[in-house]
């Protein structure tokens, strides 16, 4: 049973002889396929430069001609500009500052306008010392805190963090390193526990891996949570499926095979590959403001379906793409970055460089660094 879920889940497990459809965003929501910009770290504070400000020009009318009002008034208002920035500058424009911390792990932050003057206090997540981000369901920013939590020091994750995946029908979810797997209180926020990775999924022992995503078989069978979830594990060739039960120590081994650039799921444009991707989150039930596409060409579902079942696959080069979940399982959108709506908000997680796994439990999407 999860081994035809794992054809199903995470495009890397769709059934290889099934048809290849063409996907299309509408309204230009899935942008271009990578983005041009990336996100700046809120930690980076540039030391002031000792560069003085280019002066714009001050030049009046050309020789000879008359001179108006609007003219003298225009040029007034250069010199005026370019004066205060050479005889008063609090700063370099662009340049950044760091304050007083805000809360959590982050800091008080302000930036240098074109005027050379500081702008506002934002408070910023400083990705030096943040490694947890947090969006619960509803808020208007994430919450950034330490990798450590609420302590419990001797089973905080101190390798760097591979993937990650959560059970439905608790508030326990798994955080894998190379060797170890850390198990967290999502309610409490609490690390409970540590072990070796190759006793539980001892099938996919020391494989470096891109990602996880797990499945309630229940929900996945259009019924009620079950206490069983179909996990996935792949590196950046193959996949490892496995059965997981509610208080279960060891998952069941139930499939392996390649992954993912042959199979059908896998021909979009949209699909990223394998080895770029980061982190990746299941959402069975769809925020529409997170993806606001419309599938075609999947079926069974008719043409211009809102996209609802989703996974969303952060990428290296700066894009989330996603992946419909309800259909034929093909990747849809991509969308930049810094452009995808949890991460506009915020204390968002800085650029993809520095992300090491993401899980969706309740309605509430967890991001964590991968060196920790």
Not at 68 to 78: E, F, I, K, L
Not at 246 to 275: K, R, Y
Not at 309 to 333: H, K, P, W
């Amino acid at each position: 049973m999860v081994g035809a879920l794992a054809c199903a889940c995470a495009g890397c497990f769709s059934d290889p002889g099934a048809s290849t459809a063409s996907e299309s965003a509408s309204d230009g929501t899935a942008a271009s396929d990578a983005s041009d910009g990336t996100a700046a770290s809120a930690s980076s504070s540039s030391s002031p430069s000792t560069t003085s400000a280019s002066q714009p020009s001050t030049s009046g009318s050309p020789t000879g001609g008359p001179t108006s009002a609007a003219t003298d008034a225009a040029s007034s208002s250069v010199e005026t500009t370019a004066g205060a920035c050479e005889l008063t500058p609090e700063c370099q424009p662009g340049q950044t500052q760091l304050g007083d911390s805000c809360g959590g792990c982050s800091v008080e932050q302000r930036e240098c306008g074109d005027d050379c003057v500081w702008g506002e206090w934002s408070c910023v997540a400083d990705a030096d010392t943040c490694g947890v981000w947090i969006l619960r369901a509803g808020d208007p920013e994430w919450t950034a805190l330490p990798i450590e939590l609420n302590g419990v020091a001797q089973y905080t994750p101190d390798d760097p963090i591979q993937a990650a995946f959560n059970l439905e029908l608790s508030d326990t979810a798994y955080v894998l390193t190379e060797q170890e797997f850390h198990v967290i209180d999502l309610e409490s926020l609490t690390w409970l526990n540590r072990g070796d990775r190759q006793d539980m999924f001892a099938e996919a022992t020391e494989q470096n891996l891109e990602g996880a995503i797990s499945i309630n078989i229940g929900l996945a069978m259009d019924g009620n949570v079950s206490n069983k979830e179909a996990v996935i594990l792949y590196s950046d060739e193959d996949y490892w499926a496995f059965e997981l039960a509610v208080g279960q120590a060891n998952a069941i081994f139930q499939d392996e095979g390649p992954c993912c650039g042959q199979l059908d799921t896998w021909m979009s444009p949209h699909a990223p590959d394998p080895g770029d991707m980061r982190a990746i989150w299941l959402d069975m039930v769809g925020n529409p403001a997170w993806n606001p596409i419309n599938v075609f060409n999947c079926p069974p579902l008719i043409d211009g379906t809102p996209l609802t079942r989703y996974a969303g696959f952060i990428v290296v080069d700066e894009t989330v793409r996603l992946q419909d979940q309800s259909g034929c399982g093909n990747f849809v959108g991509t969308v930049p970055y810094d452009q995808y709506d949890p991460f506009t908000l915020p204390l968002a997680p800085p650029s993809p460089d520095v992300v090491g796994a993401a899980l969706f439990h309740g309605g509430d999407l967890y991001v964590f660094k991968a060196d920790v």
